[in-house]
T-cell receptor, first 118, second 112 residues
Framework: GAGVSQSPRYKVAKRGQDVALRCDPISGHVSLFWYQQALGQGPEFLTYFQNEAQLDKSGLPSDRFFAERPEGSVSTLKIQRTQQEDSAVYLC????????????????FGDGTRLSIL | QKEVEQNSGPLSVPEGAIASLNCTYSDRGSQSFFWYRQYSGKSPELIMFIYSNGDKEDGRFTAQLNKASQYVSLLIRDSQPSDSATYLCAVNDGGSQGNLIFGKGTKLSVKP
């Protein structure tokens, strides 16, 4: 497909388990973003990659959250020792440009992973 | 704390009417402004983006930007029941690499 693909669509985990969420951006897109969307809220920024470089991780809520994009394409968001407050939809977005132009380019979102921590 | 404020609604309009959605933002460094539509359980879908003061029209949608007042709006003409969704206002974080700051969204309901 031509859009941003995320997997799994739904993930249920017990508190304390580790989870990994995958994002496959639009082919050739330089920039990749992760957002967290709680129920009834707008998405909140977690982290940003330009190619394989993680240039901003200021939104990650704790050191239990870790993201990588080793080859500048697919990205994985990992959450260790999950807590109930981690329950949310995790959205991935990509953009065709990077650097100083990125603020002017729309981001294209995937369908998200709905994470539920029991 | 950089914020984007939207009335959460629900905003209810009859079919065929004009729906007016409003948004204010706090970061004067923001230069790019976006409206996303989000159906329940789905991802945000880009509707409009605007960079310059004034109006920008695309079909039934018009985005309006007033940087002096830090105000963005979206008008939907000839509203249809299929327009019923949550509309998210987003602005770029002027101090960052380009991440977006979102409002909580306004839920629009178009009644047949």
């Amino acid at each position: 497909g031509a859009g941003v693909s995320q997997s799994p669509r739904y993930k249920v985990a017990k508190r304390g388990q580790d989870v990994a969420l995958r994002c496959d951006p639009i082919s050739g897109h330089v920039s990749l973003f992760w957002y967290q969307q709680a129920l009834g809220q707008g998405p909140e920024f977690l982290t940003y990659f330009q190619n394989e470089a993680q240039l901003d991780k200021s939104g990650l809520p704790s050191d239990r959250f870790f993201a990588e994009r080793p080859e500048g394409s697919v990205s994985t968001l990992k959450i260790q020792r999950t807590q109930q407050e981690d329950s949310a939809v995790y959205l991935c977005a990509s953009s065709p440009v990077g650097g100083g132009r990125i603020g002017n380019q729309p981001q294209h979102f995937g369908d998200g992973t709905r994470l539920s921590i029991l | 704390q950089k914020e984007v404020e939207q009335n959460s609604g629900p905003l209810s309009v009859p079919e065929g009417a004009i729906a007016s959605l409003n948004c204010t933002y706090s970061d004067r460094g923001s230069q790019s402004f976006f409206w996303y539509r989000q159906y329940s359980g789905k991802s945000p879908e880009l509707i409009m983006f605007i960079y310059s003061n004034g109006d920008k029209e695309d079909g039934r949608f018009t985005a309006q930007l007033n940087k002096a007042s830090q105000y963005v709006s979206l008008l939907i003409r000839d509203s249809q029941p299929s327009d019923s969704a949550t509309y998210l206002c987003a602005v770029n974080d002027g101090g960052s690499q380009g991440n977006l700051i979102f409002g909580k969204g306004t839920k629009l309901s178009v009644k047949p």
